[in-house]
């Protein structure tokens, strides 16, 4: 059997760099001690390979300070604190008062459902801005939804459904412009790794990223930056009300949680071997992996195009999007197609609504979806020429009713 073609790294990347398991393994043979917790010559080493990542990460979003980038368990876990400490620390500030938030349909539902299960309830104002047909959204039409009671707008810096780029900077700074008190959380899981982001040149108050995609990591890594916007150096006078109590390896005294970042939201033993491993992946991402990814979209692109029966959907070339493309074949379930393409090609697409409802709902896909593609770093050419031949010869497959 032919070798497996690995492209749903919109998912997750694979394969990692060998780094990355050495890493990990190096890190439990020789100093899996708890970090933070005791001054030992283990808790000390388990502590380096956390301290490096933070670090690394806030040069490369252009933190003010490390210490502003809090480790999480994922980004979905960064999503879920950002919003529910937002939402949840202005209510017991002003509790008679209904914040509103301003979101979009092309929300990955980290976000999503987060937010409904507080409108739901009424507990929020939500108002969910459609994107035009290539998956972007019109930034004043989103700011014009911004309103004084804003407390939150929360906007993905790149669709997993289309890889379409989104108008953060934009929306950032005018949203300082139109309502200054709310808070701009930006869903960086597609995008950190893949392309340079700068918290401050983009006015982003809450950055949420995934330490296993475009940082190459192991999963159950991740990070959220917290600008002084939400936590200013007066720490007493957080914006973001965290409801993770536990222990924290700076400060062992009193019930009180710490004030100070990132103890204040990073109670409890984090995922130090995980994190061993993310710094390895990040330290061996190929300088050339974005040109090859570039490539490996344009080429697709251009072949899937060529195929009859295909759709395509979202920008129409490789510019100004991330390496993911979303097709169908006219007659075929997008997940028949990936299963066709999983059993009789060995090649790993994923089909379906890829955790983004909304956006298949305005694209006219329904429940449907369609068949999402992701080359990464280690995709060759030859993979792109094996999957358009798989999707060929599915597209020349009669169905058997």
């Not at 059997?1 to 050495?22: F, G, H, I, Q």
């Amino acid at each position: 059997m032919e070798s497996c073609v690995y492209l749903d790294n919109a998912a997750t990347s694979w394969p990692k760099p060998p780094e990355v398991a050495r890493a990990m393994a190096d890190f439990l043979d020789r100093g899996a001690g708890n970090p933070g917790r005791g001054g030992h010559r283990l808790a000390r080493l388990a502590q380096e390979p956390v301290d490096e990542v933070r670090t690394q990460l806030a040069r490369m979003i252009h933190a003010p300070c490390a210490d502003r980038v809090v480790m999480t368990h994922g980004c979905t876990d960064s999503v879920n604190m950002a919003i529910h400490g937002v939402i949840r620390g202005l209510l017991r500030r002003t509790p008679c008062r209904t914040p509103a938030v301003v979101t979009s349909c092309a929300e990955h539902n980290a976000v999503l459902r987060t937010l409904h299960c507080y409108a739901k309830s009424d507990v929020i104002d939500l108002t969910i801005i459609d994107v035009d047909a290539e998956g972007a959204v019109d930034a004043e039409e989103f700011l014009a939804a911004c309103t004084e009671r804003t407390a939150l707008a929360c906007l993905t810096h790149a669709s997993n459904v289309l890889g379409t780029l989104q108008p953060v900077r934009e929306v950032g700074h005018g949203l300082r412009e139109r309502a200054p008190d709310a808070l701009l959380l930006v869903d960086a899981a597609q995008t950190v790794g893949h392309m340079p982001v700068d918290v401050e040149a983009e006015a982003i108050d809450l950055l949420a990223i995934a330490g296993h995609k475009g940082l190459l990591g192991p999963t159950g890594t991740g990070a959220l930056y917290v600008g002084p916007r939400a936590v200013p150096d007066e720490a007493c006078a957080s914006r973001l009300f965290c409801d993770r109590r536990g222990g924290t390896g700076a400060v062992a005294r009193g019930l009180e949680m710490p004030e100070t970042l990132p103890d204040a939201l990073e109670a409890g033993t984090c995922n130090a071997v995980g994190f061993a491993g993310l710094a390895a992946g990040m330290a061996h991402a190929p300088a050339d992996r974005h040109e090859r990814e570039h490539r490996a979209v344009a080429r697709l692109l251009e072949g899937l195009r060529e195929i009859e029966g295909v759709t395509l959907y979202g920008r129409p070339t490789a510019e100004d999007r991330l390496p993911t493309v979303l097709f169908n074949i006219k007659g075929r379930l997008a997940r028949d197609v990936g299963a066709l393409m999983d059993h009789e090609y060995n090649i790993c697409v994923r089909g379906g609504t890829h955790c983004a409802p909304l956006l298949h709902q305005h694209l006219g896909l329904g429940e449907a979806g369609g068949v999402r593609v992701s080359p990464g770093w280690a995709t060759t050419e030859d993979d792109i020429e094996r999957c358009l031949e798989a999707v060929r010869a599915v597209a020349l497959t009669p169905v058997v009713s």
